[in-house]
């Protein structure tokens, strides 16, 4: 069966120090990959998806990056957090087949930055 | 919001009553979801419909589409205090780019 699976849950970070989220996903080739950021009580805005390893698209500019080494891993860091860095992370895939266009969610990553 | 808006952005209703939720959007789209959110937590694909569908149904959950307005509207029949969670709609205007609304927060009380 897929799954995905997104660390850490809760990630409490000073200004300034690096940020590293991990995604994996399980029981399916070559997805499409997403990240999400939500603010507290709001909707989801795209981030950064990728179609294959080493392939990334940026939405917004920011101070975060994305990367995907493997096939099934993305991944998203940022060299030095902002205040405006927190909130809840959202990672998910595209799955294919009998599943076309729906995507499936990681339990999300909740950043708080002091 | 990068794409659609639901409405209203708050619900509260009685256990056992009808909630309906909008949703509009700006571009084209190859097809709309509806996913729900429990607090705190990931999202879960409710229903799908494309754009060349007028209406969908799903066990208590029935979608319109309205693509010459570029509208969408979610309805749940029955309610039941499980169904209390934020629910968004999503967009997919272009490959592989999907974007979502800022939601309505549905409060059903027992």
């Known amino acids: 069966s897929q799954t995905i699976h997104q660390w850490p849950a809760t990630l409490v970070q000073p200004v300034g120090s690096p940020l590293s989220l991990e995604c994996t996903v399980e029981?399916?080739?070559?997805?499409?990959l997403y990240w999400y950021r939500q603010a507290a009580g709001r909707g989801l805005q795209l981030l950064f998806y990728s179609v294959g390893i080493g392939q990334i698209s940026s939405e917004v500019p920011q101070n975060l990056s994305a990367s995907r080494p493997q096939d099934r891993q993305f991944i998203l860091s940022s060299k030095k957090l902002l205040l405006s860095d927190s909130g809840f992370y959202l990672c998910?895939?595209?799955?294919?087949?009998?599943?076309?266009?729906?995507?499936?969610f990681g339990e999300g990553s909740r950043l708080t930055v002091l | 919001s990068q794409q659609g808006e639901e409405d209203p952005q708050a619900l509260s209703i009685q256990e056992g009553e009808n909630a309906t939720m909008n949703c509009s959007y700006k571009?084209?789209?190859?097809?709309l979801q509806w996913y729900r959110q429990n607090s705190g937590r990931g999202l879960v694909h409710l229903i799908l419909i494309r754009s060349n569908e007028r209406e969908k149904h799903s066990g208590r959950l029935r979608v319109t589409l309205d693509t010459s307005k570029k509208s969408s509207s979610l309805l749940i029949t029955a309610s039941r205090a499980a169904d209390t969670a934020s629910y968004f709609c999503a967009t997919l205007p272009l490959l592989n780019k999907f974007y979502f609304g800022s939601g309505t927060k549905l409060n059903v009380k027992p």
């Open positions: 571009t084209s789209i190859n097809n």
């Open positions: 998910a895939y595209h799955g294919w087949g009998l599943m076309a266009g729906e995507l499936f």
């Open positions: 029981g399916t080739s070559n997805p499409n």
